[in-house]
């Protein structure tokens, strides 16, 4: 072995572009959003470990943290609250294009000898 290192992690803002190259870099499900887990399914993430995160931000106080901290927080929770939205209203949507294309399928003529003489 000469001691240099063969693959590099990704740095935690290009994540999204380039997933982690090793098992110490993989998040845990608790701490990917819902709604980007659900659109990047190959990503995946340790399903075990990391639960004590979840509703961590919930119990926070304001003057538990930097005011900077706090605001960023609050700017990131609106975000990903206006991302979830999005995410069903898409999913709304695709529903109600497959609802309506079941109903024209239904009514769509069989093929048949009247349909080939028109």
């Known amino acids: 072995m000469n001691g240099f290192k063969k693959d590099y992690d990704a740095l935690p803002s290009k994540l999204s ?37 979840i509703g961590f ?22 975000w990903h609250k206006e991302q979830e939205q999005e995410t069903e209203r898409e999913k709304q949507k695709q529903r109600e294009r497959e609802s309506q294309n079941m109903g024209v399928a239904e009514m769509q003529p069989l093929p048949g000898p009247l349909s080939l003489v028109l």
């Not at 380039?18 to 110490?24: A, R, V």
């Not at 931000?57 to 609106?78: G, P, R």
């Open 17 to 53: 572009e380039c997933p982690p190259s090793s098992l110490k870099s993989k998040p845990y499900h608790s701490m990917i959003a819902g709604w980007w887990l659900e659109q990047n399914p190959e990503f995946g993430g340790f399903d075990d470990g990391g639960e004590w995160l």
């Open 57 to 78: 931000c919930s119990h926070l106080k304001e003057d538990e943290l930097h005011q900077v901290d706090w605001e960023h927080i609050k700017e990131l929770t609106a």
